[in-house]
T-cell receptor, first 113, second 112 residues
Framework: NAGVTQTPKFQVLKTGQSMTLQCAQD?????MYWYRQDPGMGLRLIYY???????DKGEVPNGYNVSRLNKREFSLRLESAAPSQTSVYFC????????????FGEGSWLTVV | SQQGEEDPQALSIQEGENATMNCSYK?????LQWYRQNSGRGLVHLIL?????REKHSGRLRVTLDTSKKSSSLLITASRAADTASYFC????????????FGAGTTVTVRA
């Protein structure tokens, strides 16, 4: 059982380049999330998708776009990468509703130079 | 600003000792959860406590919740080297419990 799978694991980008982080879950979860983790800041929610076909902004959405491709997949796109987007990105999924425990992927380390 | 804040930021204990960390939050919650993150890995769910519960146990973990003080504590008893990790509290708000808001975490080091 793979759980939540993120790709790529590591990526170095130049300022202004674009890229897409891919995420897929095999737990038949309705909700999916993208967080970023920076030292001393904990995890901050970028975007989430409560169910297939819906997406909503989180705490720090600027500079990012998302696509809920189907129930399994939720991608995060950086259109024009900036050094401030250097971070570790985590995708997560969970069952929509109250008491929403979420399950995380292993993270994607992104460096923008 | 973040909903939850953990205290202390870092904790170093001897193997076999207990580790206690606290979480304070700002607005009314549906539930509060604790997660663990080993270095270089994703977060793993440990325990969930609902707003109408005061205490919950899971193995060597004990979580308390005081909604009047907007605070929670996580106690790890008889710590082991494998408990070395960062621990995060996460809150699900009543008004929007689809989203979890995480604190900055407590880094626990268990010395052999």
């Amino acid at each position: 059982n793979a759980g939540v799978t993120q790709t790529p694991k590591f990526q170095v980008l130049k300022t202004g380049q674009s890229m897409t982080l891919q995420c897929a879950q095999d737990m038949n979860h309705n909700s999916m999330y993208w967080y970023r983790q920076d030292p001393g800041m904990g995890l901050r929610l970028i975007y989430y998708s409560a169910s297939e076909g819906t997406t909503d902004k989180g705490e720090v959405p600027n500079g990012y776009n998302v696509s809920r491709l189907n129930k399994r997949e939720f991608s995060l796109r950086l259109e024009s990468a900036a050094p401030s987007q250097t971070s570790v990105y985590f995708c997560a999924s969970g069952v929509t509703g109250r008491g929403n425990t979420i399950y995380f992927g292993e993270g994607s380390w992104l460096t923008v130079v | 600003s973040q909903q939850g804040e953990e205290d202390p930021q870092a904790l170093s204990i001897q193997e076999g000792e207990n580790a206690t960390m606290n979480c304070s939050y700002k607005t009314s919650i549906n539930n509060l959860q604790w997660y663990r993150q080993n270095s270089g890995r994703g977060l793993v769910h440990l325990i969930l406590i609902r707003s109408n519960e005061r205490e919950k146990h899971s193995g060597r973990l004990r979580v308390t919740l005081d909604t009047s003080k907007k605070s929670s504590s996580l106690l790890i008893t008889a710590s082991r080297a494998a408990d070395t990790a960062s621990y995060f509290c996460a809150t699900a708000l009543i008004i929007d419990d689809y989203k979890l808001s995480f604190g900055a975490g407590t880094t626990v080091t268990v010395r052999a």
